[in-house]
């Protein structure tokens, strides 16, 4: 049997799929200069395929199947599996029509279609209903699949086979990766070193498709030394939700990198809690090169209310200044929009990010997931029902205390205040001439001053960027 794997690109910009909101995926579009330049480099950096497809790829190979892999391409095969998101929904199910009057069988996998069948049951002949693998398990045995089929979440992961990057399609961007260096244009090669989120944010979607799980540490430096036999200094994305949730694994795993003496750098995501100045330096010492942490928002009690446990602030920057120090590169996740959030609690919240001194951040727009506790918190006050725009970007439901153009111009104004700092851009250039910096320093607090998110008031104004 032939299999086509389709992990598809968007036809309208850049779409982060894999395991991006829990896998419903994320679309930026361009609003201004910034987010311009912000698009074309996740574009360029953050083009990540499905660790999911890969391991699939891996199950069908096992079984004595021929795999195809496509990011647009009507390919060749007897049954075709489909990435689904719910930001490109459209294009997914338009490519699975053209599939099937091909004669070829067409399922969908990934949370979108696991919680909104409805989207898709149309387009295809079957859907698998949870993570992936089990699924694809009983197809590769022989098994035809009908309708919506219930795919168990794999509790031994060490049981499942490492993924096939080697199967992908030369037309990916990652081949650079598989040939060459340590930072593919790709972004770098995906991997789970578990599964599923014990935390309780109501408005995340990591944990409503399987529960959490994790893989002996053997297993994982397994999956490190074969992915170093195959690509000099391998780039490593954990795509963990929450990394570094066991202490004591991450020292064993660094331990497990260094006594395989293993050449690899790494990226993960993270709670800032869940590290500490001597896990940093383990972790840089084994290949860390990159963190991403949500932080969300600045009150306290708007994160109780979203079920998540809040952060002390000193916490926060000593861990980012050591990474500072350590050369880690630093990413923050914000949220604006929370029901209890208003314009000063956002501008806070803003002002606070530009002081924090991450190397990048992240502001999105709160967007209620489906399957999601605040999906049916929320579902009262949608206002938006064209779902590809639960993008993360896009105002969905009626806020009570800010109006879609006000969140719009604070989400603008966000990535706006972040990037074109002066003391941003020396940092970014890389200035280290001590008179230039003091003169940076000095227009710094000068726009800070007159600049400041509680200061300004006309919500009317465009963004200029």
Not at 189 to 199: N, V
Not at 244 to 257: H, P, V
Not at 361 to 375: D, E, N, R, S, V
Request: proline fraction near 5%; hydrophobic fraction near 40%; glycine fraction near 6%.
């Amino acid at each position: 049997m032939r299999v086509v794997l389709a992990d598809l690109r968007s036809t309208r910009g850049f779409v982060s799929k894999d395991t991006v909101v829990g896998g419903y995926g994320s679309r930026l579009q361009p609003f201004s200069r910034v987010t311009a330049v912000i698009s074309y480099l996740k574009k360029q950096f953050h083009d990540v395929p499905s660790v999911h497809m890969a391991y699939m790829a891996a199950i069908l190979t096992r079984g004595g199947h021929e795999v195809a892999w496509t990011r647009d391409e009507l390919a060749e095969g007897d049954v075709a599996l489909v990435l689904s998101s719910l930001v490109d929904y459209q294009n997914e199910t338009s490519w699975a029509d053209r599939m099937r009057a091909r004669g070829v069988a067409v399922g969908f996998v990934g949370i979108t279609a696991s919680k909104m069948p409805d989207l898709f049951a149309p387009h295809c002949d079957f859907i698998l209903d949870g993570e992936p693998e089990a699924g694809v398990m009983r197809l590769a045995q022989g098994e035809t699949l009908r309708g919506i089929v219930r795919s168990e979440q794999v509790n031994d992961l060490d049981s499942l086979p490492f993924p096939r990057w080697d199967l992908i399609n030369e037309n990916h961007r990652l081949r650079q990766g598989i040939k060459w260096s340590s930072r593919p244009l790709g972004g770098g090669f995906p991997l789970l070193a578990s599964r599923g989120c014990p935390e309780h944010c109501t408005y995340c979607p990591h944990r409503i498709l399987a529960g959490y799980r994790t893989r002996s540490i053997a297993n994982i430096g397994d999956e490190l030394e074969r992915l170093c036999d195959q690509v000099r200094r391998p780039y490593v994305i954990f795509r963990d939700p929450l990394f570094s949730e066991q202490r004591d694994r991450c020292f064993e795993l660094c331990d497990e990198i260094q006594a395989r003496d293993l050449t690899l750098t790494f990226e993960a995501e993270t709670r800032l809690d869940r590290l500490d100045v001597e896990l940093l330096d383990k972790l840089y010492a084994a290949g860390l090169r990159a963190m991403s942490f949500g932080v969300e928002s600045l009150d306290p009690a708007t994160l109780r209310k979203s079920g998540r446990r809040p952060i002390p602030r000193a916490h926060q920057r000593t861990i980012i200044e050591h990474c500072r120090k350590k050369g880690i590169v630093t990413a923050a996740f914000y949220v604006l929009g929370f029901l209890q959030d208003d314009w000063q609690s956002i501008a806070a919240t803003i002002d606070y990010a530009t002081d924090l001194g991450s190397t990048f951040a992240q502001f999105k727009i709160l967007t209620p997931y489906p399957g999601t506790p605040m999906f049916k918190q929320l579902e009262p006050l949608l206002v938006e029902h064209d779902w590809e725009k639960f993008d993360g970007y896009t105002p969905t439901f009626k806020h009570p205390n800010l109006s879609e153009s006000e969140l719009r111009f604070l989400l603008g104004a966000a990535y706006t205040r972040f990037y074109m700092r002066p003391s941003y851009l020396a940092n970014f250039l890389k200035i280290k001439n001590s008179a230039v910096r003091e003169l940076v320093s000095r227009l710094d607090r000068r726009v800070n001053a007159r600049h400041s998110m509680n200061e300004i008031a006309d919500f009317s104004r465009p963004v200029t960027c």
